[in-house]
């Protein structure tokens, strides 16, 4: 039942986002599809004891990747997938938690807890660099030099 209440609730929280960032109504649920395969890849992973910063890289790219294909098929700017579909692997608690602990004057809890939601925010932009490079190496593979 846990698998389902977090492909149910990445999918919302995508999905979601894309409606907040105006994305066209045929592909909002293309956004939810991607924000849940990057959640999942991410909750299975962490389930398995791999730690949350690899786990953010695998699920990151996971979610550029297909917003590369979805971009492809649907001939639409990937920044639509790719924005929508971050959403549910962004540490928002994490920085929550962190302010909290500087107004409670917890410092070192609170260092701690930056640090972490700083890694896992350069985790994913790690994991979107790392498709765009993997998609440019493919794609200059498939089209010749010079054309």
């Known amino acids: 039942m846990t698998i389902l209440y977090n492909m149910l609730f990445s999918f919302v929280a995508a999905a979601s986002f894309g409606i907040m960032f105006n994305v066209p109504k045929n592909l909002l649920v293309k956004c939810g599809t991607v924000g849940m395969a990057?959640?999942?890849?991410?909750?299975?992973?962490?389930?398995?004891?791999?730690?949350?910063?690899?786990?953010?890289?695998?699920?990151?790219?996971?979610?550029?990747?297909?917003?590369?294909?979805?971009?492809?098929?649907?001939?639409?700017?990937?920044?639509?997938?790719?924005?929508?579909?971050?959403?549910?692997?962004?540490?928002g608690g994490t920085a929550y938690r962190a302010m909290r602990a500087f107004v409670?004057?917890?410092?070192?809890?609170?260092?701690?807890?930056?640090?972490?939601?700083?890694?896992?925010?350069?985790?994913?932009?790690?994991?979107?660099v790392l498709s765009d490079v993997f998609y440019q190496v493919i794609l200059r593979k498939k089209v010749p030099a010079g054309k």
């Open 104 to 128: 409670q004057n917890d410092y070192g809890s609170a260092v701690s807890l930056a640090a972490k939601a700083f890694m896992i925010s350069g985790s994913i932009a790690l994991g979107l």
């Open 38 to 91: 990057g959640w999942m890849v991410y909750f299975f992973l962490s389930e398995n004891a791999v730690d949350s910063l690899p786990s953010t890289v695998a699920a990151a790219f996971t979610v550029a990747v297909i917003g590369h294909l979805y971009a492809r098929m649907y001939k639409t700017p990937v920044i639509i997938f790719t924005v929508a579909g971050i959403i549910p692997l962004v540490p």
